[in-house]
Structure formats: structure tokens, C-alpha cells
């Protein structure tokens, strides 16, 4: 029997992840206890635990996003010296006062 790559619990949901090779599954269980008071995990989910579930949803979400992050950077690009920023023109350096008669406004 395979062991469980992790475990994560909130409210009474579960989830464990399942490494099944180049990818991992999730399973997510209810835990309860049964008319004689023993604890059962159950497959289904109660409406009112469905924030506990968003919350581990949102958990795992987050916590592959960072994995991936880690082992595949963002690429880098060389940096070209040949092609350069275009020269933008910059109009008369120092106008006189006799230049500022000349402006409409």
C-alpha cells in the first residue's frame, strides 16, 4: 500500500496527496462520527464545509504555484548591445526670447 505524500486538515475536511508518478491527485474526505460515536471519513462534503474546503482548495492552489515557481524560473534573455533605444528629439536647447514670441500660446 502507498503512503500519502502529505496531509492537510481544515474544519473537518481532509485532503491527502497521492504522488502517482509525473503528477499528484487529492482526495478529499469528511470526517464524522456515526450513531455509535466512532469516527468514519466519508466522500462526501456538507454544504456548510464547503468554505473549509474552498480554503484547502485554495491552500493546494497556492502551494503548487510556489513549487513550480522553484523549479522552473522565468526564462532570461540576453540582452542585445547592437540595437539601440531610439533617439527621440528633443527641440532647441536654451530657447531665447525672441524664440518664445514665436510660440501660439
Do not use: H
Not at 503512503?3 to 473537518?12: A, F, H, V
Not at 508518478?21 to 464545509?49: A, L, R
Not at 527621440?88 to 514665436?102: H, L, T
Amino acid at each position: 500500500m502507498t503512503t500519502p505524500k502529505s496531509k492537510m486538515t481544515c474544519g473537518s475536511i481532509n485532503a491527502t496527496e497521492w504522488d502517482n508518478g509525473k503528477f499528484s491527485s487529492w482526495q478529499f474526505t469528511n470526517s464524522y462520527k456515526d450513531k455509535d460515536g466512532k469516527w468514519q471519513n466519508g466522500n462526501s462534503i456538507p454544504d456548510w464545509e464547503l468554505p473549509n474546503l474552498a480554503t484547502l482548495v485554495n491552500a493546494i492552489a497556492q502551494k503548487n504555484a510556489v513549487a513550480t515557481r522553484t523549479q522552473s524560473p522565468a526564462p532570461t534573455y540576453p540582452r542585445s548591445t547592437s540595437v539601440r533605444p531610439a533617439q527621440i528629439p528633443q527641440g532647441k536647447q536654451g530657447m531665447s526670447e525672441d524664440d518664445n514670441k514665436e510660440l501660439p500660446f
